[in-house]
């Protein structure tokens, strides 16, 4: 009997919250989250994730995605994201992996 579970992928094209930035993080999560909730994707890959310094030190974390994907199911998916120097997030162009089942390895 076979599996079937759904993959979906975006480009979110420098999904950031950077002051001055039009539009703004909020304007386009107004427009992403639903095109997000409607995939209703079991694996969701996305790309061009920018990473974020809260308090503008230590390493980057995903807060804009984090408020992306806040209060849809996404948002207890396992997560795998590319790293940067630090072992946080990259400043920009990341790539993450969320999927509703567990991720038992990264390479």
């Known amino acids: 009997m076979a599996t079937t579970f ?3 992928s975006f480009n979110l094209e420098n ?4 002051p ?3 539009p703004t993080l ?3 999560i ?3 989250r639903p095109q997000l909730v409607r995939a209703a994707a079991d694996v969701l890959c996305l790309q061009e994730v920018n990473g974020q310094r809260r ?3 230590g390493p980057r974390g995903l807060a804009a995605l984090d408020a992306l994907v806040e209060e849809t199911d996404y948002a207890g998916f396992a997560r795998i994201a590319t790293t940067g120097p630090g072992g946080g997030a990259a400043d920009v162009r990341n790539l ?3 999927s509703r089942f567990p991720v ?3 390479r």
């Not at 999904?15 to 950077?18: G, V």
């Open 20 to 22: 001055g930035v039009a």
């Open 26 to 28: 909020a304007a386009r």
């Open 30 to 32: 107004a427009v992403l």
């Open 96 to 98: 993450v992996i969320l």
């Open 15 to 18: 999904l950031d919250d950077r």
């Open 55 to 57: 308090g503008g030190r």
């Open 104 to 106: 038992t390895a990264l």
């Open 6 to 8: 759904r993959i979906a």
